[in-house]
Structures are given as structure tokens and as C-alpha cells.
T-cell receptor, first 112, second 111 residues
Framework: AQTVTQSQPEMSVQEAETVTLSCTYD???????LFWYKQPPSRQMILVIR??????QNATENRFSVNFQKAAKSFSLKISDSQLGDAAMYFC?????????FGTGTSLTVIP | DAGITQSPRYKITETGRQVTLMCHQT?????MFWYRQDLGHGLRLIYY???????DKGEVPDGYVVSRSKTENFPLTLESATRSQTSVYFC??????????FGPGTRLTVT
């Protein structure tokens, strides 16, 4: 069974600094998709970034980037120049054959 | 409005009652999903649907029933609600790049 592990239940970062959220997953497949979702206090789930496993290049979306290490089954999210609006729960997700598996989330606090 | 909507947003029901959570999307996405979110568990898949009249179980399907007669609608029914089904329920659809778009969630309390 596929599992997704986020080992950091809580993280904090100073405003304007950089923070990295960790995610590991377990799979025997070679072609799959990985995602980071953000859930602010409004509860709405918002897609932050996606990565196709067959692409070696790490995905980037503005201040958000990933470090995808396929062999290590690691998919970390880096947030640069952190802003107060980045405070939220962040979920890592794995998709294979249209079934999604989510980690338990990391709560990010941004300190002014 | 375009997007994915859920109703009701909040629901309180009693143990043993039947309750249906509604989900509607305007993108004509083939795949739709139901999740429950509980503290410490993240999101867990209840059921998903690949198209109208095609549904399949996810990780935690017991106590739930789904149907999908139209592409845009994917209702979730709790046939006899139990306290353990108190949760936040999210509906989602999947876009062409395999990303999911989520509804705003329904907070269900079973007393």
C-alpha cells in the first residue's frame, strides 16, 4: 500500500525567511504524481505545486519549489521569502492511477 | 459560478439518521472523489468515481454509499450515521494534469 509520511507536525519560520517541509512516500511504481496542497484556516484546499515522477527537473511556482529525490522517495517543499499568508497546514499527496494518498500534514506558523 | 460546490456547509444530525452530502462541479471532470478529514489522519479517501455510473471504494468506505447518475454530481450518503462519522468531508474533482480541485468542505456532526 502506498503511504505518505510528513514527519514534521509543526514548523515555524520568520517572515521573509526560507523554510523546508519534508515528505517521504512509499511506492513500488515508477510513474506517478506528487503534490503539495495548502489548507489555510478557511479550510479550503489549495494546490501549491505538482511534480511528475518521470521528470527529473524540480517543479517551481514563484516562491515555492520542490526537491524531488525519486530514488530516496522524498518530496520536500521549500518556501522562500515566507509571508504571513503562507501560514497554513500543508499536505503532501501522492497520485497513482487516479487514487490519491495524503500525508497527515505540517502546520506552518509564520512569525512576523 | 464555475467550480466545485458542496452542500450543506454545516450539518448536525443524530445517530442512526440518514444524511446526504451533495457535491457539484461545473468543469465536466470525469473523476470525482470524497474524502474525510480527521485530526491526525490527514485526508482519507472514502469513494471515487471515474465517470457517471462508475464508482469504486477508497480507503474508508464502510458506512457510506455513493451514486453518480450525472457527471457533474456526486452525492455521498451516510445510511445510518454514527458518531465516528463526525468529520469534515471534502469533495474533489480531477483535472487533466492529475491535480485535484476541492470543494469548500462540509462539517458534519453526529450527536
Amino acid at each position: 500500500a502506498q503511504t505518505v509520511t510528513q514527519s514534521q507536525p509543526e514548523m515555524s519560520v520568520q517572515e521573509a525567511e526560507t523554510v523546508t517541509l519534508s515528505c517521504t512516500y512509499d511506492t513500488s511504481e515508477s510513474d506517478y504524481y506528487l503534490f503539495w496542497y495548502k489548507q489555510p484556516p478557511s479550510r479550503q484546499m489549495i494546490l501549491v505545486i505538482r511534480q511528475e515522477a518521470y521528470k527529473q527537473q524540480n517543479a517551481t511556482e514563484n516562491r515555492f519549489s520542490v526537491n524531488f529525490q525519486k530514488a530516496a522517495k522524498s518530496f520536500s517543499l521549500k518556501i522562500s521569502d515566507s509571508q504571513l499568508g503562507d501560514a497554513a497546514m500543508y499536505f503532501c499527496a501522492y497520485n497513482f492511477r487516479n487514487q490519491f494518498y495524503f500525508g497527515t500534514g505540517t502546520s506552518l506558523t509564520v512569525i512576523p | 459560478d464555475a467550480g466545485i460546490t458542496q452542500s450543506p456547509r454545516y450539518k448536525i444530525t443524530e445517530t442512526g439518521r440518514q444524511v446526504t452530502l451533495m457535491c457539484h462541479q461545473t468543469w465536466s471532470h470525469s473523476y470525482m472523489f470524497w474524502y474525510r478529514q480527521d485530526l491526525g489522519h490527514g485526508l482519507r479517501l472514502i469513494y471515487y468515481s471515474a465517470a457517471a455510473d462508475i464508482t469504486d471504494k477508497g480507503e474508508v468506505p464502510d458506512g457510506y454509499v455513493v451514486s453518480r447518475s450525472k457527471t457533474e454530481n456526486f452525492p455521498l450518503t451516510l445510511e445510518s450515521a454514527t458518531r465516528s462519522q463526525t468529520s469534515v468531508y471534502f469533495c474533489a474533482s480531477m483535472g487533466r494534469a492529475y491535480e485535484q480541485y476541492f470543494g469548500p468542505g462540509t462539517r458534519l456532526t453526529v450527536t
